[in-house]
């Protein structure tokens, strides 16, 4: 029997998620994202602006990463982001596994990790007891480069390693759950997102996703 190394919980409130997205957004540039509800979408709408119409903003918990591993798998040749969340991870952990034995070789997952159900006010998530360590059941279920930061120097250094990569890639980043002050709101709806983001994906790939409606 091998000895692993327990888990020792990062230091929590040592990072800023913004200065985090304003850090992955330098490193983007015709890649796809998809991102979940919550503060997390009016900071990246504000800190990568140029990545507006490639970004698909959610409005539910548990969908992100597996949206995005299907993009992954229809456009294996384009960088597909996950910015998924601690909250809606763990609604959906079962994820981890499949992304795993599909093995998508441009899925790069970000897992934002404040400890807090933030867009309802503030509960706990199960990650703020310590024990419950995202990166290490990402392993388990066998995406082995999955790893927990909590500083930005380690952030950027694992997402220029995590686009880089061939396989997939998951980082866990440790925020704190402050949301950035004075930025720019996202005003239109998931509706209209929806339609950018298909208008996007049409025109640079060069493909009709939607067409025009047909009239009788």
């Not at 304003?22 to 503060?39: P, Q, T």
């Not at 709408?45 to 993009?71: D, I, K, N, W």
């Not at 980043?173 to 950035?180: F, V």
Request: hydrophobic letters at 40%.
């Amino acid at each position: 029997m091998t000895e692993t190394t327990p888990f020792v919980k990062p230091e929590h409130g040592t990072m800023s998620r913004y200065a985090a997205m304003e850090a992955l957004g330098r490193r983007l540039d015709d890649a796809l994202v998809i991102l979940s509800l919550g503060g997390a979408v009016d900071e990246w709408y504000s800190a990568a602006p140029h990545m507006r119409a490639a970004s698909l903003f959610q409005q539910q918990l548990g969908c992100v990463t597996g949206e995005a591993l299907g993009l992954a798998v229809g456009l294996p040749h384009r960088r597909i982001v996950s910015l998924d969340t601690d909250g809606g991870l763990l609604f959906n952990l079962g994820i981890m596994a499949t992304v795993a034995n599909e093995q998508p070789a441009n899925l790069f997952i970000v897992v934002w990790d404040n400890e807090q159900y933030q867009s309802i006010g503030g509960p706990k998530t199960h990650t703020a007891s310590g024990r419950v360590d995202l990166a290490a059941i990402a392993r388990g279920c066998g995406i082995a480069n999955a790893f927990t930061v909590d500083t930005l120097d380690e952030f950027d250094a694992h997402c220029a390693a995590g686009l880089a990569a061939t396989e997939p890639y998951l980082l866990v980043a440790k925020t704190d759950g402050i949301l950035e002050p004075g930025i720019k709101r996202k005003h239109s709806d998931g509706r209209e997102d929806k339609y950018i983001f298909v208008r996007h994906v049409e025109e640079t790939e060069g493909i009709v996703i939607m067409g025009p409606s047909e009239h009788n």
